[in-house]
C-alpha cells in the first residue's frame, strides 16, 4: 500500500526565515499532489494542487515542488509570519479520493 | 453563503449506542467524504460518495454506515461494532470524486465515547 511520510512532526522557524516542509511517498506514481493547511480543532483548508509534469508551483509567499523521481514533494513558506503557525498536510491523489499524510506542525518564532 | 457544515461540533455517548453525525454541503458538488483523525496519524478515509445514491467503502469502513439519498447531505453513523469511536470526525466535498479536484472540509465533529 501507499505510504506517505511528511519529514517531521514539528517544525520551529523565526519569524521572516523561509520554512521548507518535506512529503516523501512510496509504492505509488500520484498524478496530482496536493498541499492543506490545518488549524488546530478545525478542517484543513486546500492551498496548492501540482501535477506531475509541473515542477513548481506558486502562490504568493507559497512555493511547491514536485520530484517524480524522488518522489519527493516540497513546500516552501517565504518570510514566514506568525500567523502561519499551523499543521500542513500533504495528500497524493487516487483514482477517486486523496491519501493524506500524517502532517508537520509549523510554529513561527516572532 | 456557500459551504459544509457538520453538526454538532461535540458529541458525547455511551458505549454500545449508535450515533449519527451530520454533514451537509451547498457546493452542489457530486462527491462527499468522511474522514477520521487521530492525534499523530493522518486523515483515514471511511466511506465516500461520487454520486446520490451510491457510495463506497474507504480504508476504514468497519463499524460505519452512511447513506446518500440527497446530493447536499452524507451522514455517518457509528455503530456499537467501531471498537474505538472516539475521534474527532470530518467531512469534504469535491466537485466530482476524482482524486485532482480539491476537497473542502467541514468544521469537524468530535465524537467522545464512554
Known amino acids: 500500500s501507499q505510504k506517505i511520510e511528511q519529514n517531521s512532526e514539528a517544525l520551529n522557524i523565526q519569524e521572516g526565515k523561509t520554512a521548507t516542509l518535506t512529503c516523501n511517498y512510496t509504492?505509488?506514481?500520484?498524478?496530482?499532489l496536493q498541499w492543506y493547511r490545518q488549524d488546530p480543532g478545525r478542517g484543513p483548508v486546500f492551498l496548492l494542487l501540482?501535477?506531475?509534469?509541473?515542477k513548481e508551483k506558486r502562490k504568493e509567499r507559497l512555493k511547491v515542488t514536485f520530484d517524480t523521481t524522488l518522489k519527493q514533494s516540497l513546500f516552501h513558506i517565504t518570510a514566514s509570519q506568525p500567523a502561519d503557525s499551523a499543521t500542513y498536510l500533504c495528500a497524493l491523489t487516487g483514482a477517486n479520493n486523496l491519501f493524506f499524510g500524517t502532517g508537520t506542525r509549523l510554529t513561527v518564532i516572532p | 453563503d456557500g459551504g459544509i457544515t457538520q453538526s454538532p461540533k461535540y458529541l458525547f455517548r455511551k458505549e454500545g449506542q449508535n450515533v449519527t453525525l451530520s454533514c451537509e454541503q451547498n457546493?452542489?458538488?457530486?462527491?462527499m467524504y468522511w474522514y477520521r483523525q487521530d492525534p499523530g496519524q493522518g486523515l483515514r478515509l471511511i466511506y465516500y460518495?461520487?454520486?446520490?445514491?451510491?457510495?463506497q467503502k474507504g480504508d476504514i469502513a468497519e463499524g460505519y454506515s452512511v447513506s446518500r439519498e440527497k446530493k447536499e447531505s452524507f451522514p455517518l453513523t457509528v455503530t456499537s461494532a467501531q471498537k474505538n469511536p472516539t475521534a474527532f470526525y470530518l467531512c469534504a466535498s469535491s466537485i466530482k470524486g476524482q482524486g485532482v479536484y480539491e476537497q473542502y472540509f467541514g468544521p469537524g465533529t468530535r465524537l467522545t465515547v464512554t
Open positions: 460518495s461520487q454520486i446520490v445514491n451510491d457510495f
Open positions: 501540482i501535477r506531475e509534469n509541473e
Open positions: 509504492n505509488y506514481s500520484p498524478a496530482y
Open positions: 457546493l452542489n458538488h457530486d462527491a
